[in-house]
């Protein structure tokens, strides 16, 4: 008897029936008079909700992964699923997540609304604009860059701003490796000052970063003003505030800044909100988001992106530090695919059983149990269940954990939703009951940039050292006459080894991390390293997923995943 094919991703969200969202808002008290209504699957929610005494007393759960694969490993899809776990033995649970960029849905990756039985819905409209948000934030972002150019442009008004050294980029939400490197201004005087320029990809603009961390409106309006642009001819600093910029750009973000209400599958509400990358940003949703949903939950599960080299160390690092936060559970997502991929496996052989590769491919998951332990945090690994997976690799990794104290749970909430995570659930309880985990960050902002990335460099990535290039050099002697030796590290690196070489997979021994140059998002209250060849405007692959899209002429979506 052949095989039932188990149904795609978008054809089990459109044969979901969902309720109105106000009846998701009714299950967390919220009154209808205290949100908007963007259709009636979504909603929009205000900033006073928010209750510090609330925040204080929830709990906070944060999944992070080993590092993954081309395809990643499920980190949402574990997130929503154990958000359903929880619910289904008696917690009252919501998910927050990240919203997707357009880049990676019509790239390689797809959507970041989940998968299987555990998905955020309405799926279509969450992986494709949603809200606005990311619109807001690229038009907030290219107004200040409208603005600087319109200076230079202007004999009046102007700031004598050297356009060699503005740092300030547009962006666009797509992968357009084109767009990476350009000359703006050409066509005559009419057309403004020629000058090189280029795009970031939206969700590595320092807007979305503020976004992300600002607490309130009024601190998004400083943060906004606190965005460094570049020098004046006569090396004087020029900021967003000096153009008078943050106003408007602030009205562009009124109603991006309020986190966007949806449910699950199973009914269950999620806070979806912000969406920096992982690799090349601080890979986490908005403080606001986190603290509203620790203000009507119980337990708040949320996600942070790539690897626990990633997206958890700048969770804990910068975003818990700055927001007062403090987790009390983390979840560390492995699969055993990803685990036959570090021990050498080819991406032909990723649905191969090999419980040698999988041996060898536990190193990588150790060093990030290792990292978790770190912060002063005890994880929870989740095997994200294939149907390739083996007992025999199961049970590698199940005793390998227990070794080291760690308990290995299979999950299996792309197959059974909430079903299929309850043993997860009750496991992430009890860490949390138990009281014993006592986060900690890895550093003190007081370090000096250097003992920061250091500091990251051989604890997180275990490299001997770290080298700087020429321009890094001459980046550190900016920031210290900035005044910004105070501020956090969010490195940017590859996502597919825990080195900064990305054909370096397993444990990486023996090696030095290269730090390139330096970006600043003295907005957003953090330097930015850049590891390696690392870009901040990624391409489409040559077989872009776009081309498997497809639409009907009653508006109906296939090929989304």
Not at 342 to 347: D, E, I, Q, S, V
Not at 491 to 510: C, E, H
Request: glycine share 10%; charged share 25%; net charge positive.
């Amino acid at each position: 008897m052949a095989e039932k094919k188990f149904p795609s991703d978008i054809k089990i969200a459109q044969e979901n029936t969902m309720l109105h969202i106000t009846d998701i808002a009714k299950k967390l008290g919220i009154n209808r008079d205290d949100f908007e209504l963007y259709g009636k699957y979504k909603a929009k929610l205000p900033l006073s909700i928010i209750d510090k005494t609330k925040v204080a007393k929830g709990n906070l759960v944060l999944v992070t992964a080993l590092t993954p694969t081309p395809a990643g490993e499920g980190k949402t899809t574990t997130s929503i699923g154990l958000t359903e776990g929880l619910n289904k033995i008696g917690k009252k649970a919501i998910v927050v997540l990240r919203e997707p960029s357009l880049g990676p849905v019509f790239g390689v990756k797809g959507g970041a609304a989940g998968g299987g039985y555990s998905q955020v819905v309405p799926m279509e409209d969450i992986n494709l604009h949603f809200t606005g948000d990311f619109s807001a934030v690229e038009k907030a972002n290219n107004l200040l860059a409208a603005l600087i150019d319109n200076n230079i442009q202007n004999k009046t008004k102007n700031l004598g701003i050297d356009p060699r050294t503005i740092v300030w980029k547009r962006v666009m939400d797509m992968n357009d490796r084109a767009l990476r490197h350009i000359i703006i201004g050409l066509g005559g005087i009419a057309n403004g000052v020629p000058r090189e320029d280029g795009f970031n990809i939206t969700p590595a603009s320092e807007v979305m970063a503020i976004l992300c961390m600002a607490e309130n409106f009024l601190d998004l309006k400083k943060k906004l003003g606190n965005i460094f642009v570049g020098y004046t001819y006569d090396r004087k600093p020029i900021y967003a505030r000096d153009l008078k910029a943050q106003n408007a750009m602030a009205i562009l973000l009124r109603d991006a800044i309020k986190p966007n209400l949806v449910q699950t599958l199973e009914k269950n509400p999620a806070i979806i909100h912000g969406g920096p990358f992982a690799n090349i940003a601080q890979g986490t949703n908005t403080i606001i988001a986190t603290k509203m949903g620790l203000t009507l939950a119980d337990y708040v599960v949320t996600e942070a992106g790539f690897g626990a080299d990633l997206g958890a160390e700048k969770f804990l690092d910068i975003k818990c530090v700055s927001a007062g936060l403090k987790p009390k559970a983390l979840v560390l997502v492995a699969t055993i695919r990803a685990l036959r991929h570090h021990g050498g496996a080819k991406k032909e052989e990723y649905n191969t059983p090999n419980i040698d590769r999988v041996t060898k491919g536990f190193e990588n998951l150790e060093k990030h149990i290792e990292n978790c332990k770190k912060f002063g945090l005890n994880p929870v690994v989740a095997i994200n269940s294939f149907p390739t997976d083996t007992e025999e690799e199961i049970k590698i990794i199940q005793t390998k954990c227990k070794k080291m104290g760690i308990q290995a749970i299979l999950a299996h909430g792309f197959a059974k939703g909430g079903a299929g995570m309850t043993d997860l659930a009750e496991a992430v309880v009890k860490e949390v009951e138990s009281g014993t985990n006592k986060f900690m960050p890895l550093y003190n902002w007081n370090l000096t940039i250097k003992e920061k990335i250091e500091r990251i460099a051989k604890e997180i990535y275990g490299a001997d050292g770290v080298e700087y290039s020429k321009m890094a050099n001459n980046d550190l002697k900016k920031i210290d006459e900035l005044g910004l030796q105070g501020l956090p590290v969010c490195m940017a690196k590859t996502q597919k080894s825990l080195s900064d070489i990305d054909t370096l997979f397993g444990r990486p021994r023996g090696f030095t991390v290269n730090v390139r140059e330096f970006e600043l998002a003295t907005g957003a209250g953090f330097v930015i390293p850049i590891l390696g060849d690392m870009m901040r405007m990624p391409g489409l692959p040559a077989t872009p997923a776009s081309e498997f899209m497809d639409i009907d002429e009653n508006g109906k979506i296939s090929g989304l995943s």
